[in-house]
């Protein structure tokens, strides 16, 4: 298995911008689909992000032409760069890690068995 850990939440006004980091360590990180799921109070946990090893990435409807997923296999490291943020964007971000999700269901919390603790993220209006 692998490890994860998050940083680089925050608070920020609507419109501005943050860059979330995904630190993993354990088993080979290139090997591993991973994502971004959120949870805002009251609220499931939906994924926001996802991305396959070959580097094909899906992100949900909300997110779309505003976030951008990316890893580094190198540094072992998942990132989520956030612009334009909304205040409905607000939520405890999670990353995630499995190293047999599938293409299509790289947003569903079910395809992972790997999870950091979570990074916040408040976006005031």
């Known amino acids: 298995q692998v490890q994860l850990v998050e940083s680089g939440g925050g608070s920020v006004q609507a419109g501005g911008s943050l860059r979330l980091s995904c630190a993993a360590s354990?088993?080979?990180?290139?090997?591993?689909?991973m994502a971004w799921f959120r949870q805002a109070p009251g609220k499931e946990r939906e994924g926001v992000a996802g991305?396959?090893?070959?580097?094909?990435?899906q992100y949900a409807d909300s997110v779309k032409g505003r976030f951008t997923i990316s890893k580094d296999n190198a540094k072992k490291t998942l990132y989520l760069e956030m612009n334009s943020l909304k205040p409905e964007d607000t939520a405890m971000y999670y990353c995630?890690?499995?190293?047999?999700?599938?293409?299509?269901?790289?947003?569903?919390?079910?395809?992972?068995?790997?999870w950091g603790q979570g990074t916040q993220v408040t976006v005031s209006s």
């Open positions: 991305i396959k090893t070959d580097g094909r990435t």
């Open positions: 995630a890690a499995d190293p047999w999700a599938s293409f299509s269901r790289l947003l569903e919390r079910d395809e992972y068995n790997s």
């Open positions: 354990g088993d080979p990180f290139s090997g591993y689909c």
